[in-house]
């Protein structure tokens, strides 16, 4: 398949522009219930799931993800998805803590619990309060750990997340629970669970009277709000994070009597704003 040529750039919100594309040879190229479906002319908008679709006959508009060459084989051909939240969101998969906790003795009456609070996030980029909460034991050297969510507004479901350290009584390194697992479900089915690994492999108990415990890395990031996208010239599809800055997504393609070609389209934006009037 071959990059097709556009003959002109717009930019709008998500939910309200529509480009208006007749190529002027050749055909695009939809699917539609698994079915092939060439389209001479297409009315492209964002659909529910983030799918470019032609919105008068439901097919998807087919294209292939990244920056294209001339030529795009056929196995890169797929339907374009368009980010609708958060661009560049990846979800909190590892977590790692370091520091110290105090060494307890026989005469010790102080009990001690300590909480340190850090933020995850998920697929989307959305971002979630968890508190690692740390508990000592009626065994010295031994701490008991848990995760809590935060309560506000409606809490996840907290999945595994327990376990004990144990250190050793001379070089207070620690010896057992080195690792764990903890994980999130929402109430909401829609939203993906968030499963994490947890690392405390740094821990160590010490003489002190505070816990010094604290994150050293997770990973995961909130991204960047979309807040429209674009269709160049040159068949691009991109992305608008606000600030001037723009990232491509992926390549309309056409094909003309089963062979890809490179055409020009005329294109012409439509917005729900006023109707499918102007402009």
Request: glycine share 12%; net charge negative; with cysteine.
């Amino acid at each position: 398949m071959s990059v097709p040529e556009f003959a002109l750039t717009t930019q709008g919100a998500l939910g309200l522009l529509r480009f208006e594309i007749t190529p002027a040879d050749g055909v695009l190229l939809g699917v539609k219930d698994d079915q092939a479906l060439p389209l001479r002319k297409a009315l492209v908008g964002v659909g529910p799931d983030g799918i470019l679709m032609d919105l008068l006959s439901g097919a998807q508009i087919l294209g292939c993800y990244g920056e294209a060459d001339a030529d795009v084989t056929p196995e890169r051909i797929s339907p374009l998805r368009v980010p609708t939240g958060r661009f560049g969101a990846e979800a909190t998969t590892h977590i790692e803590f370091f520091g110290s906790l105090p060494t307890r003795t026989l005469t010790t009456t102080r009990f001690h619990m300590f909480e340190h609070v850090f933020k995850v996030f998920d697929h989307e980029g959305t971002m979630s309060t968890l508190a690692l909460m740390i508990v000592e034991h009626s065994q010295l050297r031994t701490w008991s750990y848990f995760f809590a969510a935060d309560r506000n507004p409606i809490p996840p479901k907290v999945l595994g997340g327990k376990g004990q350290w144990v250190f050793d009584a001379t070089t207070g390194e620690l010896i057992a629970g080195h690792s764990g697992k903890v994980g999130l479900l929402w109430a909401d089915v829609d939203r993906p669970a968030l499963g994490m690994t947890v690392d405390f492999t740094s821990l160590r108990e010490q003489d002190q009277e505070h816990s010094e415990v604290r994150l050293r890395f997770a990973d995961g990031r909130a991204g960047k709000g979309v807040q429209g996208y674009n269709i160049t010239p040159g068949g691009q599809v991109s992305v608008s994070l606000g600030g001037g800055v723009e990232r491509v997504i992926g390549q309309i393609v056409t094909a003309n009597h089963g062979v890809a070609t490179i055409s020009p389209l005329h294109v012409a934006p439509r917005s729900l704003s006023h109707g499918l009037g102007l402009r």
